[in-house]
């Protein structure tokens, strides 16, 4: 059993910076996809990066390439997503995820949250101009 549990989420303007964090249990059991998704209200599930586990490569949707930065502690059993330049369509909640199958692999590189398995509850971000 993986459970993830985020924090770091909180209100800020625009412009602003946030760091999230993700603590895994049982970090490095099989997990070969790490990510960050998003939702707004009323709208659907973002895929915003993923890592590869293994050897730290990272992806990331072009909407948030170049401000965002998704990085691993393996001593503490930690995922952060480092958020600069907030603007107000950051604001959503924010999920971490882990992805467990090597099938599906191809999909999570690309972002597809049916590839991830375990699911954080979520940490809330809002972003005011």
């Known amino acids: 059993q993986i459970q993830l549990v985020e924090s770091g989420g909180g209100s800020v303007q625009a412009g602003g910076s946030l760091r999230l964090s993700c603590v895994v249990s049982?970090?490095?059991?099989?997990?070969?996809?790490m990510a960050w998704f998003r939702q707004a209200p009323g709208k659907e599930r973002e895929g915003v990066g993923t890592?590869?586990?293994?050897?730290?490569?990272?992806y990331y949707a072009d909407s948030v390439k170049g401000r965002f930065t998704i990085s691993q502690d393996n001593a503490k059993n930690t995922l952060y997503l480092q958020m600069n330049s907030l603007q107000s369509e950051d604001t959503a909640m924010y999920y971490c995820?882990?992805?467990?199958?090597?099938?599906?692999?191809?999909?999570?590189?690309?972002?597809?949250?049916?590839?991830?398995?375990?699911w954080g509850p979520g940490t809330q971000v809002t972003v005011s101009s």
């Open positions: 049982a970090y490095g059991y099989a997990i070969y996809y």
């Open positions: 890592m590869y586990t293994p050897d730290g490569n990272t």
């Open positions: 995820a882990a992805a467990t199958r090597y099938s599906s692999m191809g999909r999570a590189r690309n972002l597809q949250a049916a590839a991830f398995d375990y």
